[in-house]
């Protein structure tokens, strides 16, 4: 089993996953601002510090077999703290996976970061900052598994999904739980080749995909 660095495990899908690879048998670093967010999870591999990701956060990466990057500013701040956690504090993360020697860092990205001008709303700063923190990860040298989830909902996940884009708009989301369950697929996965997938409901397993 790995010792994981997920950074956002208090998010939406952090939290999530963090359980999730807690019932995998892996061993999780969880470096997150407010360390009462995780205070209900009780597990021995579970290891809480407190960090805010716009201080120097170097320190958690030794060790880490696996970095999972799945901190978000949020749809409640403005693109001073996309720019801050969506880009710069990627763009860190990556830097100091590659000081540490990480086996392999995991990337939650967003369905729009492969080509942010092909979108024309208020989410494009949101996407523009996904997608130099992908590009840096790309160009680092790291093995890395890039996932591009559709729009996220707050409902029970299927374990199953697609990787080609829909021809409906509508149909492009997916339960932010299938997105913790492929992050974990991620961890697990033996392959050394890089990869960018979109995910989005499907009828595909999700072990399948990985």
Known sequence: MANVLVIGASGQIGKQATVKLLDAGHKVLAPVRSPDKLSDIENDSLTVVEQNLEDDFSAHFDGADVVVFTAGSGGNTGAEKTIMIDLWAARNAVNYAKDAGTPKF????????????????????YLVAKHMADEHLINSGLHHVILRPGTLLNEPGTHLVRTDMPDNKDDAVIPREDVATAIVESVARESSDNIITYLFKGDTPISQVF
């Open 106 to 125: 995991v990337m939650i990205s967003s369905i729009g970061a492969g080509d942010p001008d092909a979108v024309s709303s208020e989410i494009k700063p």
